[in-house]
């Protein structure tokens, strides 16, 4: 930021450097291989000062493609939710049970075009069990935060899902 004042005469010059930019295709499956309907993927870049995301949009039958993406290490993140279908002639359940299943793929780009990648979404995990606070009961705002990595399913810092605390627990 700069200011100009009255009969005040500023010069600048702004480089610009052509880079070659990438396609990404990738196809999104259940466990079961199946392709389901509705999966929402994200490109995240996680280089540089801020983390941008960009909407991946579907070509169909599980495929998506990412077209003109620049240089640098991205995370390609899926997300679909899965309700529970419902059984003729039972009331459905209030609130209805819904599943979210998740799979993420690490990525490097440098203007070349990725293709053949294949997400494999993991069903939801239950954890369960009491959560102990030394020295008594936990504050009322408590929270525990579990963190998974979407390959291994072992504790990284990759994505989290916070609990609410109940009294007692």
Do not use: C, H
Not at 41 to 70: D, E, H, K, W
């Amino acid at each position: 930021t700069f200011a100009v004042t009255e009969e005040q005469e500023i010069t600048t010059s702004v480089t610009l450097q052509m880079v070659p930019t990438a396609r990404i295709e990738a196809t999104v499956l259940t466990a079961d291989g199946r392709t389901p309907a509705n999966v929402q993927l994200t490109l995240q870049r996680t280089t540089g000062t801020s983390t941008n995301s960009f909407p991946v949009r579907s070509t169909g039958n599980g495929a998506f493609q990412a077209i003109g993406v620049a240089p640098g290490r991205y995370q390609l993140i899926a997300r679909w939710t899965q309700q529970e279908a419902r059984q003729p002639g039972v009331p459905p359940q209030m609130p209805p049970q819904v599943n979210q299943w998740y799979a993420q793929q690490d990525i490097d780009v440098a203007g070349v075009d990725i293709t053949g990648l294949t997400l494999t979404l993991g069903p939801p995990l239950s954890i369960s069990g009491p959560v102990v606070f030394e020295g008594g009961a936990p504050p009322a705002d408590a929270q525990v935060q579990v963190r998974l990595d979407g390959a291994s399913r072992t504790p990284t810092s990759s994505s989290s899902r916070v609990l609410k605390l109940a009294e007692g627990t």
